[in-house]
T-cell receptor, first 117, second 118 residues
Framework: AQTVTQSQPEMSVQEAETVTLSCTYD???????LFWYKQPPSRQMILVIR??????QNATENRFSVNFQKAAKSFSLKISDSQLGDTAMYFC??????????????FGKGTSLLVTP | DTGVSQDPRHKITKRGQNVTFRCDPI?????LYWYRQTLGQGPEFLTY????????KSRLLSDRFSAERPKGSFSTLEIQRTEQGDSAMYLC????????????????FGAGSRLTVL
């Protein structure tokens, strides 16, 4: 079974500061995809960033970047220059190559991030 | 296209009643997923459709749950004889065809249908 663990239930950061959210996963697969999704309060989940396991280069999307350590099965998200609008639940998710479940995602339990003024 | 739409957004029902949720995916997406999310947890996979075919069902999907996607477009999720443990947010997501590198593994989620069973 593939599991995703987010060990930080809650975090807070001041506006303009940098914060890192942790994620580890367990799989025996060699090819897979990792994601960070953001779920603002009472709003829909949106994709923040995606990483393909075969790529050694860490993915970046504007203020968001990841530190992908394949051997350690670690996939952390760094948010730079935090903004109030970054306040949300952040979910780390994993999927393998296409199966009978398509690309169904396995999610962690999430980290609630609060950005304070 | 405005994304994935779900209806209703909120449903309060009494235990034992039946409820149905509808999901309208992005029109060109042939893959559709249902998830359940309880408070403080990440979404859990329920079922997957490719076009009109239901290809996978999670063990979480008891026999009181049924999902359909009759024409490969919108989908419905019905819960019969609801129980208090069914209270959750039901999320629908869709993704395009193709392989992972093409973006087929990027799921677009709807806002969810929140169910409260009294």
């Amino acid at each position: 079974a593939q599991t995703v663990t987010q060990s930080q239930p809650e975090m807070s950061v001041q506006e303009a500061e940098t914060v890192t959210l942790s994620c580890t996963y367990d799989t025996s697969e060699n090819n897979y995809y990792l994601f960070w999704y953001k779920q603002p309060p009472s709003r829909q989940m949106i994709l923040v960033i995606r990483q393909e396991a075969y790529k050694q280069q860490n993915a970046t999307e504007n203020r968001f970047s990841v530190n992908f350590q394949k051997a350690a099965k670690s996939f952390s998200l760094k948010i730079s220059d935090s903004q109030l609008g970054d306040t949300a639940m952040y979910f780390c998710a994993f999927t393998t190559l296409e199966t009978n479940s398509g690309y169904a995602l396995n999610f962690g339990k999430g980290t609630s991030l609060l950005v304070t003024p | 296209d405005t994304g994935v739409s779900q209806d209703p957004r909120h449903k309060i029902t009494k235990r034992g009643q039946n409820v149905t949720f509808r999901c309208d995916p992005i029109s060109e997406h042939n893959r559709l997923y249902w998830y359940r999310q309880t408070l403080g947890q990440g979404p859990e996979f329920l079922t997957y459709f490719q076009n009109e075919a239901q290809l996978e069902k999670s063990r979480l999907l008891s026999d009181r749950f049924s999902a359909e996607r009759p024409k490969g477009s919108f989908s419905t999720l019905e819960i019969q004889r609801t129980e208090q443990g069914d209270s959750a947010m039901y999320l629908c997501a869709s993704s395009p065809s193709g392989r992972g590198r093409s973006g087929a593994n990027v799921l677009t989620f709807g806002a969810g249908s929140r169910l409260t069973v009294l």
